[in-house]
């Protein structure tokens, strides 16, 4: 969904862009259901990336942070690639447990096995729960049984997968968005453009619940990669409101996609793509993948390295 690679740059927060957001969140946060030491996929704060452990000292430095500031339901999400052996395993989760995090998110899907072995994964769920108890979410819990079932050991090809099980992909949270409705797309039914006209936005781009802030400060609504709202050391800011008249992408998305459509043609000679788009979403992020790659005009378009990455 959000174009993550390795060949973007490490770009890390920093720590100090890292206290100031938090301490704006802090007042706005709201805990589990089940109350401040418990966790949930959307309450609380989550720390994920990219991959958060590839820089652990990072991690632990926010997580202490978030827990000098009192802010609930903390959790960390992990793909385990670095999960190779108990002890160090055990040792990182305790670090972060004993620094204030309240659980884990541990991710199962068909793309991560491709290049993670199983047996970090459950090696992570087995520990995890030891130090966590029952605040470790796995994400998919459908896909971590499958591959349990089907005895996977080491890594396994996403075409593979499809072969041995792919009639589990009906049956499972698939996003088509980001990358996905590039390199999925031979997946699903395509439609022409003007099947998403009259379509809007809006409530997407104005939910309260489950947002992002990537590491470059971008205060990004539910699950749209490459669309800042603005900057999140400012969030009050944003809060006020957001003046659309500066931020043209924003105001079509927010009324009808084919507003979007007509300014990607005008603006960067934007073409239809013959084969159609599986999504509302599909259409969208290609539009702006051509216009961030044509012009840096539009403000709202960040990252900009987000349009580079997603083929």
């Not at 000292?57 to 108990?86: G, H, M, R, Y």
Request: proline share 4%.
């Amino acid at each position: 969904m959000y174009s993550c690679s390795p060949q973007w740059k490490a770009d890390w927060l920093s720590e100090k862009d890292a206290e100031t957001i938090l301490t704006n969140l802090s007042r706005k946060i709201r805990a589990s259901l089940y109350g401040s030491n418990k966790i949930g996929m959307n309450f609380g704060l989550h720390f994920t990336g990219g991959e958060p452990f590839l820089n652990f000292d990072l991690l632990l430095t926010v997580v202490q942070i978030a827990a000098e500031l009192k802010i609930p339901s903390t959790f960390v999400e992990t793909n385990c690639f670095w999960c190779i052996e108990d002890e160090n395993t055990k040792n990182k989760f305790m670090f972060l447990k004993d620094a204030g995090l309240k659980g884990l998110l541990i991710s199962v899907n068909p793309f991560i096995i491709e290049d993670v072995p199983f047996e970090r994964t459950e090696r992570a769920v087995r520990i995890g729960r030891e130090v966590f108890g029952r605040n470790v979410i796995v994400y998919q819990e459908l896909f971590y049984q499958l591959f349990k079932r089907l005895g996977i050991k080491g890594t396994l090809p996403f075409q593979e997968y499809v072969n041995k099980a792919g009639e589990s992909l009906n049956y499972i949270e698939l996003i088509p968005m980001g990358r996905a409705v590039y390199t999925l797309e031979y997946l699903f039914r395509k439609y022409p453009a003007r099947k998403f006209f009259g379509k809007s936005c809006v409530g997407e781009l104005t939910r309260p619940w489950h947002v992002h802030i990537d590491n470059y400060c971008n205060y990004m609504t539910g699950y749209c990669g490459g669309i800042s709202l603005g900057d999140a050391r400012n969030l009050d800011l944003i809060c006020q409101g957001i003046d659309l008249a500066e931020y043209p992408i924003l105001e079509a998305l927010a009324t009808d996609i084919k507003g979007l459509y007509e300014l990607a043609i005008r603006e960067s000679g934007y073409r239809e793509k013959k084969e159609g788009y599986i999504s509302q979403c599909h259409l969208c992020v290609d539009m702006r993948k051509h216009l961030a790659q044509q012009t840096d005009t539009f403000k709202e378009l960040k990252p900009r390295e987000f349009y580079f990455y997603l083929d």
